[in-house]
Structures are given as C-alpha cells and as structure tokens.
C-alpha cells in the first residue's frame, strides 16, 4: 500500500517562495500528483510528475525524486490567495486508484 | 469550474434518514470516483465506477451505495445515516481509469446530519 507524508501547516509571507515536501512509500511507482484545495471547495489539479526532476508551470513548480519517493511543490512569489491545503497523492496498486495525503495547509501572510 | 457537476450544493437532514447525492461527470469522461472529506480529516475515497461498472472499492461502509448510469452520471446513496456521516462528499471524473489518470473535482454537497 501507499504511505505519504506531508507537514501539517505552514506559514509563508506575501511574495516570498515556499517549499511544501511530501515522502511517500509506495510498491509500485507510477507518478505522483499535486492538488489545490481552498477551504470548503475542490481539489483542483496542479501537476503531475512521472519523471524525475522539475517541472515548472508559471509560478508552480513541482520537483520528484523516485529513488528517495520524495516530491516538494515549490510556490514562488506568493499571493495571499495562494492560502490554501496542498495534497500530495500516488496511485495505487491496490484498491484506491490514488492515495492522497491529508494535506499541508499553507498562510500567507502580510 | 473543473466541468463536473454534483447537486445539491448543501444537504441538511436527521439521523436514520437516506440521501441521495448526484454526480454528472465532464464531457467524455468514463470514469466516476466518490470521496468523503469530514473535518481535520483527508480525501477518503469511496467507490469508482468505469464505464458503469464498480472497478474499485475504498472503505465505503455497507450503509453507503452507489451506481453509475448509461448516461454516465452517478449517485451516491447514503442510508440511516449517522451524526458522524456529516463531511463534504466529492465527486471526481477522469476520461479513463487507473491511477495515471488525472482526476477533476466536483464542487462537493455538504451534507449535515443532525
């Protein structure tokens, strides 16, 4: 089964960069992906990473390294509506077609 | 807007009671997952249907049922429900199934159980 981990909270200032990681346990690899959820909407779809290395999409970038099943999302020059849970999540080789992480809950504040 | 679509937005009800949440997937979409999110708590998932099949099967309690239709919508039905049934109910699509495919979010129906 899938194992993943992601800090709980975080805290960042307008307009700087901030890096939220996720550690993940998996049996078999196939790509992880990065969600956006304001508080009480959806989860909307950032990236996903099947290779390692960056990826950048405008101020997003997503970052896989699947000999250390580690990723981070990398936030550049953030806005107040960044404030938002990030979900990381893996697919699965059991039940679940994607495990998601409980998420890190990100402020950015003034 | 992500293209999926679930109602109502907002369901208010009593315990023993059973609900019915909708669910119509984007355009050319096959496959349909359900999720439940309560508070503090992280996406749980529930149940994916494939083209109107059950293809898989997450910790969805025996109270809880779901079916896929012809025209690919989906419901979710929820029976004698209890207090700690109140979360955030998600819908998702992808165009196929399987782990690789990406999913979209519908805006959810919060349901309160009182």
Redesign the interface.
């Known amino acids: 089964g899938q194992n993943i981990d992601q800090p709980t909270e975080m805290t960042a200032t307008e307009g700087a960069i901030v890096q939220i990681n996720c550690t993940y346990q998996t049996s078999g690899f196939?790509?992880l992906?990065w969600?956006q959820q304001h508080a009480?909407?959806?989860?909307?779809?950032l990236s996903?990473n099947?290779l390692d290395g960056l990826e950048e999409k405008g101020r997003f970038s997503s970052f896989l390294s699947r000999s250390k099943g580690y990723s981070y999302l990398l936030l550049k020059e953030l806005q107040m509506k960044d404030s938002a849970s990030y979900?990381c999540a893996?697919?699965?080789?059991g039940?679940?077609?994607?495990?998601?992480?409980?998420?890190t809950r990100l402020s950015v504040i003034a | 807007d992500s293209g999926v679509t679930q109602t109502p937005k907002h369901l208010i009800t009593a315990t023993g009671q059973r609900v019915t949440l909708r669910c119509s997937p984007r355009s050319g979409d096959l496959s349909v997952y359900w999720y439940q999110q309560s508070l503090d708590q992280g996406l749980q998932f529930l149940i994916q249907y494939y083209n109107g099949e059950e293809r898989a099967k997450g910790n969805i309690l025996e109270r809880f049922s779901a079916q896929q239709f012809p025209d690919l919508h989906s419901e979710l039905n929820l029976s004698s429900l209890e207090l700690g049934d109140s979360a955030l109910y998600f819908c998702a699509s992808s165009p196929q199934t399987g782990g690789l495919d990406t999913q979209y979010f519908g805006p959810g129906t919060r349901l309160t159980v009182l």
């Not at chain 1, 893996?90 to 080789?93: E, I, Y």
């Not at chain 1, 039940?95 to 998420?103: A, E, H, Q, S, Y």
């Open positions: 196939n790509g992906f969600y009480g909407e959806a989860p909307t779809f996903y099947v979900l893996v697919p699965n080789s039940n679940t077609p994607l495990v998601f992480g409980k998420g």
